[in-house]
C-alpha cells in the first residue's frame, strides 16, 4: 500500500512539472522543489531544479545563487550583526542545535555533470560555469541539499514547537544582481530577490500538519503559480482562517499565517472589502491572493495605536474595531503593493513605502479626518477631570504623525536622505523617513495638482511596469511633467533637507493685507497658505515659488477679515521648523506669537512660545538636604536649537535660596561631519559642607560628530570655561584654601555603545594657574554569556606642572575630590561615617581605602565581571608616584552585590594592599556603596527585570 501511495505521488509530481513546463514564458526563470520537512520540522530536504535565464548584456562565466540559511550559522554574520544593531542578542547567543545551516549540497548541470562549490556555509555561492552563457540563453542546475531550519524566535522564520514558517531558504538566483558579481547579504529586511519566477513546489510535511502559502494551491500540499514576490510557507498542525472577498467582479482570497479571534475576523469581514476596493481605486489593481503571516502583521501594522499599559491599568485609544481598520490597512496596503510592485528595497525603498504613507494618509482623510493621536485617550477622567484635555497633544490630529514623527528625528539631526541604502537607515528612519517624509511628499504633491489626477499617475505607471521591476526616478520624472512644481522632488530625495517657510510679516495698505513669506531654499517649492476669520472660516490658497526666489509678496483683500495666516498648516510638508509659519493680522499679537505657560512636557504647539513650568523636589546632599523649587524651560518632548533651564529653590538644609539655571544654542548643519555645534553658558549655586556654599559659572561649547543613525558609535569634543568661588572655613583660610579658581577644560570622548562589546576612550587637559594635567581613561564591557558581563576600565592621569598649595587638585586613588563640583556626592566634605562611604568610579578608582592622594602620575586598572546574578567580583592594581617620593603599587580586591543596578550597589573589599580586610575591627566602615538619587535608574531596571 506504501508502495501504492508513492508511486502516485511521483505521477502527481511528474504531471505538476510537466503543466509548469507548458506555462511558463521564454525569458523567465522557473524553479521546481521537492520538500520534504522532517517529523522534528527540524530538517529540510530539497531536490531543485532551476532554470536560469541570462538577464544581463553580457556573457556570464559564473551564476550566483543565494544560500541565506547560512546567515544563521554562525557568528559575525551580517545577520548577527543586525541583530546586535537592534539591541537583540539572541541569535549572537544562540546553541547550536537552533542556528541554520546547510548540512549537504549537490549541484549539477544539464548535463549531469557536478559542479563544484568552495563552501556550504557562503551565503553566496558562485558557480563557475563550462561554457560562457550567452544573453538570453538558460541553464538548468539540478540541486540536492538539506539544511536544519533555524529556531524561529530569531527573525520570524524557521522552526518553534509545531509551526514553521519558510521563506529565503530555498535556494535561488539574485534577480537584482543579472551580472553575478556582487554579494548580497541576508538582514532579515523583507527585500524580494526571487520576481518573475514561476513556481512549482510539492510538499512533503509531516502528519496532520497543514501548509499554507502565497502561491496558488494547486493539490493537498502543492503550489504553482507566478510570484513577483520570494514564496512563503507556513505548516502547522491547525489550519487558518481564510477570507474571500469580490471586489467590482475581482476575486481577491486573503489567507492568514495564524488564528484570529472571532471579533477581529467579524471586523475584517467587514473592513477588509472596504479597504481593498479603496486600493483598488487608488492604484488600479488587486492580486488575486494574499497571504498575511504573523511575522508581516507584526511589521507593517499601524504604529501608535496599541493600548496604553501601566501596571495593572490599561487605557485604550482605539476601540477594538479601530484598531483593526487601521492595523490591516497598512498590512493589507503593503501586501497590494509588494505584489504588484517589483523594487530593489535597498535602492528603491522608499518607493513602496511612501505609498504605503500615502494612501493611508488619503485614508485616514477619508473615514479618520478628525480623529486624534491620542485617540479616546484624552477623554479618560482621574478623579472626573480629563486631566489630558491640559494638553496640546490631546488637540493633535491622527494625520500630524507623519508630519511629527519627521520632525522628532530632523530635529536631533538623526534623520537620514530618503534615498539612503536601506541597511543603512535607522529603525525609526525607515519609519519616519522612507515612509512617513516619502508619504507626506507624494501627498504634498496630489493635494496641489488633485488627489485623482496623482492616483491616475500611479495607476498608469503600475500598470505600464507589470512584471518588471521598477525605476521610481522615471515616476518622480513623471509626475514633474504633469505638475511642473513638483519638479524638485529628483534632488530632494538624495539629501537631508532643511527647507524651512517663513512669515516675515503682515502688513495693512489701504484695502489690501500685505503678506511676505520668505524660504531658505533655491528650489522652486510650492506652500500652501491657510487664512482663517475669528469665525473659524478658513480660505487656502497655493502659492508658487521661483527657483532662487527667496522672499515672495502676497496680496489679499482686507474685507476677507482674516485673523491668523498660516503656512503649511498640520504637517503637511517636511519642514526645518513651523514655529515660524503662524502670524496673526489682529489684535494684541499682531505680527507675533501668542506666550503660554504649560506644567508639564508635551508635543509642542508651534503657534506658541511656550514656557514649561514644572515644580522640582529633589534630594542634593546632606548639606543642602532636599531642594523644593520650580524648574522654567522651553524644551518640550521635542529637541530645539535654542534651550534654556532655570531652577530656583529653596534648601532646607540652610534655609537659602539656591538654584542653578543655562542657556545653550545648537547649530545642527544637515550635512557636515558635526552632527551638532553647541554653545551654552550655565551657572549654580549650592553647598558642599555645612555652612559654606560654592558658586559656578561655566561656558561651554561641544562639537559632536557626525554618526551613521544605525551605529552605537558617538565622538566629540568639548571646551570649557569654569569659574569657581567657595566659601571658606576659618581652618580653611589659614591653611590658604582656595576660595576662586578658573578651569579651562579640553577633552575628546568616543564611545560604541554596542551589546556584546561596549568601548569607550576619553581624552582630556586642564590647566589653571597652578597646574596643568592631562588625563586618559579607557573602557571595555564585555558580554560573555547572556546577561553575563566582563568590564575593565583603564586609567591614566599625568600632572604637566603642578604648583599647587595643597592637594584639592590632587588625583583620587580610592576617593575623589570633586573641585568642579560635577560629582553627586551625597557628603562632599565628610571625612568619616557612612557618607564618606559613598563610592564614585573615577581617577583610580580604588575600592579600599587606601590612604593618600597623588599630585604626580598615576597608571590603574579596575576590572569587574558577573559571577551569578546580582554578585559580582571586582579587583583594582595601579602604581602611581608623588614628588619626591618612590612609586608605589597597590591593589584591592572584593565582591560587588548590585542591589538595583545603576542605582545602589554595594563594595565589600576582601584582600588588598592593606590586607586581608574582613579581619579589621573596623570593617563595616571599609564597606562602600554607589547611591544615584535617580527615579530613572529603577524605572530602567524595573522595565528589564532588575538582574
Known sequence: MRLYHGYLKKISICLILFCGVVQVSAQKDSIYIGAKLSPDRKTLEVNQEIVYYNHSDKELQTVKLLNWVSAYNRRGTSLVYRKLEDRNNDLHFAKSPELGKLLELDIKDSENQEISVNAISDENLFLPLKEALKPGESITLQLHYRMQLPDKKFTGYGTSGQNTALKYFFIVPDHFDPDNISERKYHDIEEPVSFNTFWTVNFDIPVNSFIESNLPQIQMNSFQGYLDSDPEFSVSPNTYPIIKTNIDGTDTEIKFGYNLKPEEKQNLEFYLPLHLKFLKEKIGSLPKSIFISDKFRAKEDFFGNNDITFWKFRFPLFTDAEKTDLDYFGIITKKVLDENIIADKQKDHWFKSGLKSYLEIQYLKKFYKDTKLLGMLPEAKIFGIKPLKLFHASKVKLLDRYGL??????????????????????????????????????????????????????????????????????????????????????????????????????????????????????????????????????????????????????????????????????????????????????????????????????????????????????????????????????????????????????????????????????????????????????????????????????????????????????????????????????????????????????????????????????????????????????????????????????????????????????????????????????????????????????????????????????????????????????????????????????????IKVRIIPDFLEVYFPVQSSLGFEPGFKDYAKRIRYTLVLNLGSIINAARRGWY
Open 405 to 894: 514623527a519627521y520632525q522628532y528625528i530632523m530635529l536631533q539631526n538623526l534623520d537620514q536622505k530618503i534615498d539612503e541604502k536601506f541597511t543603512s537607515l535607522s529603525n525609526f528612519n525607515d519609519m519616519a523617513i522612507s515612509s512617513f517624509e516619502t508619504g507626506s511628499l507624494f501627498n504634498y504633491s496630489a493635494d496641489k495638482m488633485g488627489d485623482q489626477s496623482f492616483n491616475d499617475l500611479i495607476k498608469e505607471y503600475l500598470s505600464k511596469n507589470s512584471g518588471r521591476k521598477v525605476n521610481p526616478d522615471d515616476f518622480l520624472k513623471q509626475l514633474s511633467e504633469k505638475e511642473k512644481s513638483a519638479h524638485y522632488l529628483g534632488h530632494f530625495f538624495n539629501q537631508k533637507n532643511r527647507v524651512n517657510f517663513k512669515l516675515k510679516h503682515i502688513k495693512k495698505e489701504n484695502d489690501s493685507l500685505q503678506i511676505k513669506i520668505a524660504k531658505n531654499t533655491d528650489a522652486s517649492i510650492p506652500v500652501k497658505l491657510e487664512t482663517e476669520t475669528r469665525d473659524g472660516e478658513i480660505k487656502s490658497y497655493w502659492i508658487e515659488t521661483g527657483e532662487n526666489e527667496k522672499t515672495k509678496d502676497i496680496s489679499l483683500p482686507v474685507s476677507d477679515n482674516i485673523y491668523k495666516v498660516t503656512l503649511n498648516n498640520d504637517y503637511i510638508f517636511p519642514e526645518s521648523s513651523y514655529r515660524d509659519n503662524f502670524l496673526y493680522a489682529k489684535g494684541l499679537f499682531l505680527n507675533t506669537k501668542k506666550l503660554k505657560f504649560k506644567l508639564i512636557k508635551d508635543i509642542p504647539n508651534p503657534e506658541y512660545n511656550e514656557i514649561y513650568i514644572s515644580p522640582r523636589i529633589r534630594f542634593n546632599n546632606t548639606y543642602d538636604k532636599f531642594l523644593l523649587g520650580a524648574n522654567f524651560k522651553n524644551q518640550s518632548f521635542f529637541d530645539q536649537k535654542f534651550l534654556y533651564s532655570f531652577t530656583p529653590t529653596y534648601s532646607t538644609g540652610t534655609g537659602k535660596l539656591t538654584g542653578s539655571g543655562a542657556v545653550s544654542y545648537s547649530f545642527l548643519p544637515a550635512e557636515s561631519v558635526f552632527r551638532s555645534i553647541t554653545f551654552g553658558v550655565s551657572g549654580s549655586y549650592f553647598h558642599y559642607d555645612y555652612g559654606l556654599a560654592y558658586r559656578k559659572g561655566s561656558a561651554f561649547s561641544t562639537f559632536s560628530f557626525r554618526k551613521n543613525p544605525r551605529s552605537t558609535v558617538s565622538r566629540s569634543i568639548g571646551v570649557s570655561y569654569n569659574y569657581f568661588e567657595r566659601d571658606l572655613s576659618p581652618v580653611m583660610i589659614a591653611n590658604d584654601d582656595y576660595k576662586k579658581y578658573n578651569l579651562w577644560g579640553l577633552g575628546y570622548g568616543y564611545s560604541d555603545s554596542q551589546m556584546i562589546h561596549e568601548k569607550s576612550l576619553s581624552l582630556s587637559a586642564q590647566g589653571m594657574e597652578d597646574f596643568n594635567k592631562i588625563t586618559a581613561e579607557g573602557f571595555y564591557r564585555w558580554e560573555f554569556a547572556p546577561k553575563q558581563k566582563l568590564s575593565v576600565r583603564l586609567f591614566a592621569g599625568y600632572f604637566l606642572r603642578n604648583d599647587t598649595r595643597n592637594d584639592l587638585f590632587n588625583y583620587g586613588i580610592s576617593r575623589v575630590s570633586n573641585y568642579t563640583f560635577s560629582y553627586n556626592l551625597l557628603g562632599e566634605s565628610a571625612s568619616s561615617g557612612l557618607l564618606s562611604q559613598q563610592f564614585i568610579l573615577a581617577d583610580g578608582g580604588f575600592k579600599s581605602f587606601l590612604p593618600g592622594t597623588v599630585n604626580q602620575w598615576i597608571t590603574s586598572v579596575n576590572v569587574d565581571s558577573s559571577i551569578w546574578k546580582i554578585f559580582h567580583v571586582y579587583a583594582d592594581a595601579g602604581v602611581y608616584k608623588n614628588k619626591d617620593h618612590s612609586e608605589k603599587f597597590i591593589w584591592d580586591s572584593g
